[in-house]
């Protein structure tokens, strides 16, 4: 029926008829295919990759460990995304835009980038250095998300908690990559 996306502002309810394959063929052949997997199901969908014809491959989402994703298939054109959305089930916020690009001794990709999204409704955003970009993304969610679970969701209940919002930011600046924590006082 569908992917439906219920626009949690608009109250409106998209439908797209996505093409989507169950099983990869190893003969069958797209220009690109997209990998929309958490990020611990990424290891079962290696090995059909590896074996598939296909060249670009796009892994979308969190991701901590994209160089190893990308050694993981030395054959192939490996990017990787992030698209600017957000949800619940059937509630969703999506911003109509992707960050798109390869590990920064890869290859610029920015020309197909041009040539997947072109005369689309999404904004793109090409970044020649996604492991970075993802890395910088995970340090800046991941004491967000403890701090919601050490408050069961309501983040009013840290005002004034000086000590935790500290820690916080420690946290957030630890997790950034060595050569942008640098940039830190």
Request: include cysteine; hydrophobic fraction near 45%.
């Given at each position: ?46 090995d059909?990759?590896q ?19 990308a ?31 390869q590990?920064?001794?890869a ?79």
């Amino acid at each position: 029926n569908g992917l439906r996306i219920k626009d949690k502002f608009s109250l409106r309810t998209s439908v797209s008829c996505i093409p989507v394959v169950t099983t990869l063929a190893p003969d069958a052949q797209y220009d690109v295919i997209f990998v929309v997997l958490r990020y611990t199901q990424l290891g079962s969908a290696l090995d059909t990759l590896q074996t598939n014809r296909t060249k670009n491959i796009v892994f979308v989402g969190n991701n901590v460990r994209a160089r190893a994703l990308a050694a993981a298939l030395p054959e192939k054109n490996v990017l990787f995304a992030f698209a600017l959305s957000a949800g619940h089930r059937v509630v969703s916020i999506d911003l109509k835009k992707i960050t798109i690009g390869q590990l920064s001794d890869a290859v610029s990709n920015a020309g197909l980038i041009e040539e997947i999204f072109g005369g689309t409704k999404y904004r793109v955003v090409y970044e020649p250095n996604m492991e970075d970009y993802l890395l910088c993304h995970a340090a800046f969610v991941m004491p967000a998300a403890f701090a919601c679970y050490k408050t069961d969701g309501d983040l009013k209940k840290l005002r004034g908690n000086t000590t935790y919002l500290n820690r916080l930011i420690d946290a957030n600046i630890e997790g950034y990559p060595p050569a942008i924590r640098r940039r830190f006082p």
